[in-house]
Structures are given as structure tokens and as C-alpha cells.
């Protein structure tokens, strides 16, 4: 995460906010927040078809139908953000990047209902997909993670 934070000091752009994505996004936006002196955010996103109640066993059906259907399924903000963000810059942050539609989606709502200025998408690892259009993210590894310790609760 300090390989991140140093990028971002590192990148010339003032930076005004943290926006982490529930759940593994959330917990390292707050280091990264509080290592940069920015406000920290949280969003959280769900598939419709969880209705913002997405459990720990969802996990290995999810993980077959985003290998299966690649994409498909539609999205729902499930907790956004109160304040003004207009022309704010800001970096957003996902624990893990595979078919990028989580952090695409909460993209389009910071920049079509938030009015942010300029996105700096962040992942700790990035799981590039086979024929997928390249999204910029700046992630430490490139790696195929599975599961995460935390839960979907947070």
C-alpha cells in the first residue's frame, strides 16, 4: 500500500479525496487516506440481483458466472457518498481488479452523479482477462486472488 501511496505523491496531481469500494477497497482506502491527509470515502456496489445484500456464500456463484457470462448482470449503488465532490479530484480504490465492472461502474457514478473532475483508479492486484479492453489501473501485482479474509458485511 506504501508503493501506492508514494505513486500518488509521486504523480504531479493534486488529489483532493479517498473513495474506497466495500469491502476490501474500504479498508485500504483508510491507510491510504490517512497516509495522504485526505478524506476517505466509502461506496458500496452490488449486483442487482443481490439487492445490496451480497453474503459470503454468494462467493463461488458469483465467481462462476463472471467466468461464464463475463460481464453480465447489472449493478447498483448500494451506499453512495453525501458530500460535494463536484470538480474533485479523486482516488478511488478496489482490493482487486478481474473483469473491471465494479470499479467502472462506481466510476460513471462519481463522474455522472458526483461531477468528479479526474479518477485515479488504484487496485492492490489486477487480474488481467484474456480479450478484455485495457483499464488503466495502477496496481502492485498482477496476480489471480480468490477470496479475501473479510467479509461482504462492511
Same mark, same amino acid.
Given at each position: 500500500?506504501d508503493?501506492?501511496?508514494?505513486?500518488?505523491?509521486?504523480s504531479? #496531481?493534486?488529489?483532493d479525496?479517498?473513495?474506497? #469500494?466495500? @469491502?476490501?477497497g474500504?479498508?485500504?482506502?483508510?491507510h491510504i487516506?490517512l497516509k495522504?491527509?485526505l478524506p476517505n470515502?466509502?461506496?458500496k456496489i !452490488?449486483?442487482e440481483? /443481490?439487492?445490496?445484500?451480497?453474503?459470503?456464500?454468494? #462467493?463461488?456463484d458469483?465467481?462462476i *458466472?463472471?467466468r461464464?457470462?463475463?460481464?453480465?448482470g447489472k /449493478?447498483?449503488?448500494?451506499?453512495?457518498?453525501?458530500d460535494n465532490?463536484?470538480? *474533485?479530484n479523486?482516488i478511488?480504490i478496489?482490493?482487486?481488479? !478481474? @473483469?473491471? &465492472? @465494479? #470499479? =467502472?461502474?462506481?466510476?460513471? /457514478?462519481l463522474k455522472?452523479e458526483?461531477?468528479?473532475?479526474?479518477?485515479?483508479? =488504484?487496485s492492490?492486484?489486477?487480474?488481467? &482477462?484474456?480479450? *478484455?479492453?485495457?483499464?488503466?489501473?495502477? /496496481?502492485?501485482?498482477?496476480? =489471480?486472488i480468490?477470496?479475501?479474509?473479510?467479509?461482504?458485511?462492511?
Amino acid at each position: 500500500m506504501d508503493k501506492i501511496v508514494e505513486r500518488i505523491q509521486n504523480s504531479e #496531481i493534486k488529489y483532493d479525496a479517498v473513495v474506497g #469500494i466495500k @469491502t476490501g477497497g474500504a479498508i485500504i482506502s483508510d491507510h491510504i487516506s490517512l497516509k495522504l491527509g485526505l478524506p476517505n470515502y466509502k461506496v458500496k456496489i !452490488s449486483r442487482e440481483e /443481490y439487492n445490496c445484500d451480497k453474503q459470503s456464500k454468494d #462467493i463461488i456463484d458469483d465467481m462462476i *458466472k463472471k467466468r461464464l457470462y463475463y460481464n453480465q448482470g447489472k /449493478y447498483m449503488i448500494c451506499e453512495g457518498i453525501n458530500d460535494n465532490l463536484e470538480g *474533485k479530484n479523486i482516488i478511488l480504490i478496489d482490493e482487486i481488479v !478481474s @473483469t473491471g &465492472q @465494479t #470499479i =467502472t461502474e462506481v466510476n460513471n /457514478y462519481l463522474k455522472e452523479e458526483k461531477y468528479v473532475n479526474e479518477i485515479y483508479n =488504484t487496485s492492490v492486484a489486477f487480474y488481467k &482477462q484474456r480479450n *478484455k479492453e485495457e483499464l488503466y489501473i495502477n /496496481y502492485i501485482i498482477n496476480a =489471480t486472488i480468490l477470496v479475501w479474509p473479510w467479509g461482504y458485511d462492511n
